[in-house]
């Protein structure tokens, strides 16, 4: 059985189970920033849900600016409760709608320390497809030439040891 399947009443503050979650996040914001360094991201599709995710998202966050995401202020008391309402209506809709998915707060950044802000899944979902649908993750291709943090980083190695 996949150690990420089993109850989470039986590992407490399993240190594997956190590394497991931490390569998993990685993986998928990897993988996700390649394909948006791949794509024309207005017709990219994160789900089979996205209209009805996006529709919801701007009826219940009109004035969000998808931009550039300040973390304290998504994560404050108010909007907290308000993003709890918002991922509660995908509980049975998007599959591990909660499940912790690393956001970059800046669209113009990739994947840093500085620039992710740890979300549930279906919040990342929201303010993912919004990026995309209004056309701001298709900087992305321009500024990064499709390299994955990974590269970027070899890369910076290879200039690092040829200075």
């Known amino acids: 059985m996949d150690v990420l399947t089993r109850p989470a009443e039986e590992f407490g503050n399993d240190e594997t189970l956190e590394h497991l979650w931490a390569a998993k996040a990685m993986e998928h914001s990897d993988i996700y920033f390649n394909v948006l360094c791949s794509v024309d991201t207005r017709l990219l599709r994160l789900t089979p849900h996205d209209d009805l995710i996006y529709t919801q998202f701007r009826q219940d966050f009109p004035d969000l600016d998808v931009r550039c995401i300040n973390e304290n202020e998504i994560k404050n008391s108010v909007n907290k409760a308000r993003w709890r309402v918002f991922c509660e209506k995908f509980k049975n809709i998007v599959e591990d709608y909660s499940f912790g998915t690393l956001l970059r707060a800046d ?57």
Not at 151 to 161: F, L
């Open 107 to 163: 669209t113009k950044g990739d994947y840093s320390e500085q620039n992710t802000i740890l979300v549930p899944r279906v919040q990342f979902y929201a303010i993912e497809i919004a990026r995309n649908r209004e056309g701001l993750n298709n900087e992305v291709k321009k500024r990064f030439k499709c390299a994955s943090k990974l590269n970027m980083e070899a890369q910076a190695q290879k200039i690092e040891i040829a200075s």
